[in-house]
Structures are given as C-alpha cells and as structure tokens.
Nanobody
Framework: VQLQASGGGLVQAGGSLRLSCAAS????????RGWFRQAPGKEREFVGA????????YYAHFAKSQFTISRDNAKNTVYLQMNSLKPENTAVYYC????????????WGQGTLVTVSS
C-alpha cells in the first residue's frame, strides 16, 4: 500500500485546510485509515481515524471539535478537514493505514507540513 498525503501549507490562525491522503496498491484489506501529526520537538501523536468498512470515525480528544475525517471510496482517498487552526496545530501531518495490527506495523505516507501563523 502506498499513501500520498497532500494539502499542507501555510495558513493564518483561524483559517482552514483540508489534507488529502490517496492510497494505491493492495488496499482491499484496509481496516482503518488514520491521521497522525508531529510537531517540532514533540513525539508523533494520533489525530483520528476512519474505519474503512463502516465509515465510522474516532478522534483524539484535542481533535474532536476542530478536525473532521472523511473519505471518498471511489478515489480511495481520506481527508482531514482542519478548522479554526491555531499556531499549536503546526506540525507535519501523516496519514497511515492498517490492516488490523497496530499503526506502527501499518503503512505510512510521507507527511505534509502544516504551518499556522499567528
């Protein structure tokens, strides 16, 4: 499975961005697709995920009111809509896919940088 994340960039505080993660390859066994982020000097953290079969989503506590994950089955693409962005949202955002094991054993995209200016 190959994952290609895109959509990052520079945005002012209060603005919005939508990240995309397009998947290719052997995706038929996908269990979940997720988003993670890594801010400068910090460890990578979970943002949220979508269960591929049902479309149900779940989020880290900090992301619940600000981020929304959706998908386009036809395009095999997952989106992360980010609203009311704050400087502390600045990070490299990664998409990941897992077939049932833990995330670290799944597939990872290259990351896309989001920079929120104050």
């Amino acid at each position: 499975v190959q994952l290609q994340a895109s959509g990052g960039g520079l945005v002012q505080a209060g603005g919005s961005l939508r990240l995309s993660c397009a998947a290719s390859g052997r995706t038929f066994s996908t269990y979940e697709r997720g988003w993670f982020r890594q801010a400068p000097g910090k460890e990578r953290e979970f943002v949220g995920a979508i269960r591929w079969s049902s479309g149900s989503t779940y989020y880290a506590h900090f992301a619940k009111s600000q981020f929304t994950i959706s998908r386009d089955n036809a395009k095999n693409t997952v989106y992360l809509q980010m609203n009311s962005l704050k400087p502390e949202n600045t990070a490299v955002y990664y998409c990941a896919s897992r077939d049932g094991g833990i995330w670290s054993q799944g597939y990872w995209g290259q990351g896309t940088l989001v920079t929120v200016s104050s």
